[in-house]
């Protein structure tokens, strides 16, 4: 085999152990069923950690730790099962050679083992693949830990989502215009994209269309 980066040092559990608590303790308030939220094989494909080491870091116990190339091996396999083409087959030797900017003889090495990967190697095919750095790459427990983050932050997204619809409920019902027309349709979001938009004249007329829509909701007056 050819030389490729050394293999890092084991890792603390005590981030991984801190995640998990703030997930299950976010999910409870939203009324989430934590069989889904810590979903094996979802978090699996997540993070590239293999299901039975999955369950064993949110026991709380060791799992080992295999070495770089082992940890790379599992984890390009688990890509080329898990992301795979809109036709359901999985992406050959070339495809990912091609993709990933070497040659098919450097690909079939890394993908059969007979090559370690260096971190240009690994950098390539995370990004033919549409994963994140490190992917290939991380300790286990490091790469449960991210995908759980990456849960953790859609929930905190979603639990704000729900306060801001709440609230704006709770004004509209109050009769205030501004908040119901926030509740109907999403001007924040609108404001958001209007930001957006390449010109003046076409944030112009988006205001305009919003104080529309503000007349609409106004009370009558009698």
């Known amino acids: 085999m050819t030389d490729g980066f050394p293999a890092p040092v084991a890792v603390a559990h005590a981030p991984l152990a801190a995640t998990v608590t703030r997930v299950a303790e976010l999910a409870g308030k939203m009324g989430r069923d934590l069989n889904q939220v810590f979903d094996l094989r979802r978090l699996s494909e997540a993070s590239g950690v293999p299901a039975d080491v999955v369950r064993i870091l949110l026991d709380g116990r060791p799992a080992g730790e295999p070495d ?105 019902s109050a009769g205030d215009p501004l908040a119901r027309l926030l509740q109907n349709h999403g001007v924040r979001g609108i404001a958001w994209r209007a930001a957006q938009l390449p010109s003046d004249k076409h944030r112009d007329k988006v205001t305009e269309w919003l104080d529309m829509l503000l007349e609409s909701v106004k009370p009558n007056e009698s």
């Not at 693949?129 to 991380?138: K, M, N, Q, Y």
């Open 68 to 172: 770089l190339q082992t940890r790379f091996l599992q984890r390009l396999d688990l890509l080329r099962r898990t992301r795979v083409k809109p036709n359901g087959r999985r992406y050959t030797q070339q495809e990912i050679a091609d993709g990933a900017g070497m040659s098919r003889q450097q690909a079939g090495a890394l993908i059969n083992g007979d090559r370690r990967p260096t971190m240009e190697h690994c950098d390539a095919i995370q990004r033919f693949f549409g994963v994140h750095a490190g992917f290939l790459t991380a300790h286990d427990a490091d790469a449960l830990t991210d995908a759980l983050q990456r849960t953790e932050q859609q929930l905190l997204q979603d639990f704000a989502g729900r306060a801001r619809e709440t609230a704006a409920a709770s004004a509209a």
